[in-house]
């Protein structure tokens, strides 16, 4: 599917190396945590998009042959890991499948829960 060139220097040249059908999923993830946390950034770490706040890293995202990863996301109160929780597959990974639709207000609530435990 993809081979991932030696280095990218921006987010947008990491989700170009995508085919279409990826880069449409990975740029909705993008504008869906940048609407939910404004004032947010992002940089290229561990050669994946990471969300900044400030000059502390909030998540990382990545795609995948089947998903897309987001790291790390901590383990979240009752009224959020339960939805959480079928979408883990470590501790702290949480996988968006391409075979199902994008959870956009959920992966908002993960951006804003991160973002107000690193406050």
Same mark, same amino acid.
Request: with cysteine.
């Given at each position: ?59 990382h ?16 109160? #009752? ?30 609530r ?5 973002? #107000?435990?690193? #406050?």
């Amino acid at each position: 599917m993809l081979v991932m060139a030696e280095r990218f220097d921006t987010v947008d040249d990491y989700i170009a190396s995508f085919p279409s059908e990826v880069q449409a999923i990975l740029e909705d993830v993008r504008s869906t945590i940048k609407s939910a946390v404004p004032g947010s950034g992002e940089t290229i770490r561990y050669q994946m998009p990471c969300v900044m706040l400030g000059d502390r890293y909030l998540v990382h995202y990545a795609g995948w042959a089947k998903h897309i990863g987001l790291y790390p996301v901590p383990v979240a109160g #009752a009224d959020l890991e339960p939805e959480i929780a079928p979408l883990r597959s470590d501790k702290d990974t949480v996988k968006l499948m391409y075979d199902r639709p994008l959870p956009r207000d959920l992966l908002s609530r993960i951006a804003q829960f991160i973002a #107000a435990k690193h #406050a």
